[in-house]
């Protein structure tokens, strides 16, 4: 008797155990989630314990814009102020002060605070020459992105790493947080839409941060001639994917808010069809509309101002919709419907998209035009992107520096 009974209270004894354990692993993961969301995320930038003894006795070039501020001081007067040999500075899209229009050509320059050359990274130069980097020993690149393929920052880097390589210079990467990091989707790039909007194979939400981005430039052979430059990268501290991370200084003229900057992967789309991204208003990437646009109560009007001086529609009244105020926040995957209702909207469906197919480019697949054409629901899209996307994860997970 008693030794049937044994097992069984052995048995209870051993369950105790484990739900007890199993409680204990449970309280220790919500206790270090709860350490970690009070712990400050210190960017690559800031830890310049690890980074400035790399720079002793070496002329210094900085890819950079106003986003490169440790904490409230620009990376320009941190790195003059240490006597670090800095030379000039490369500046991308939307110029060294980020107050330039979207597309508007931006011409070398002396900085009048520094002296420093300026020379624009964006336009017929978009790839440092030799001349260019004569003399350079290192490049640096602090830039905001904001984790959508088609935010152009992300081919500059590719092409400052591809010039760096040709060239036997270092280049050093000071990581910072994407506010669009903690999901994956859409249509992968295809080699046919490639353009200086989408380089590389991936889809328009990739997941990563720009030092874990340019790790896989690297890695998969992505610059020219399969060259690989020699890359460091001072990782953040007190970061994973998951980290909501509001950005204290606008990427670009036409993201002023954390909500446009979560629409943006969505909407960007639509600069590629007759429709109005808010650009000349307050609001860009908040709301979308046409003067044709059916059905709808809410309106606006563009005006010429700061990062718009001549927005799509000038002076006309637009009817669309509040965007921002039909979602909540944060977004963990793309929005379609938009678009697609958009697409059936408007009764010129044979212009509704740019002549010169700019949202194929992106889009980064011809496809995805092809399918709102045809009819296809979110749901049938969506399912045609997921073999590639499995494919993109894989790849992804090799370059990863934080937790998903």
Known sequence: MLGSILPISLFIALSCTLIHEKNLDKNQSNNREKENENKITILGNQRTEEYLPLLEGKNIALIANQTSLINKTHIVDSLLSLDINLKKVFAPEHGFRGNRDNGAHIKNSIDPQTGLPIISLYGR???PSKEQLNGIDILIFDIQDVGARFYTYLSTLHYVMEAAAENNIQVIVLDRPNPNAHYIDGPVMQENCKSFVGLHPVPIVYGMTIGEYSLMINGEKWLKNNVSCNLTVINCENYWHSTEFVLPVAPSPNLQSKESIALYPSLCLFEGTVISVGRGTKRPFEIIGHPSYKNSKYAFTPKPMYG???????NQKCY??????????P???LNLKYLISAYNSLNEKTTFFNKNLFFDKLSGDKKLREQIIKGLNENEIRKSWQEDLNTFKQIRKKYLLYND
Do not use: R, T, Y
């Open 125 to 127: 130069n978009k790839k």
């Open 308 to 314: 718009s001086k001549n927005p799509p529609f000038k």
């Open 320 to 329: 669309g919709i509040d965007v921002k105020n039909e979602n909540s926040f």
């Open 331 to 333: 977004l963990n995957s």
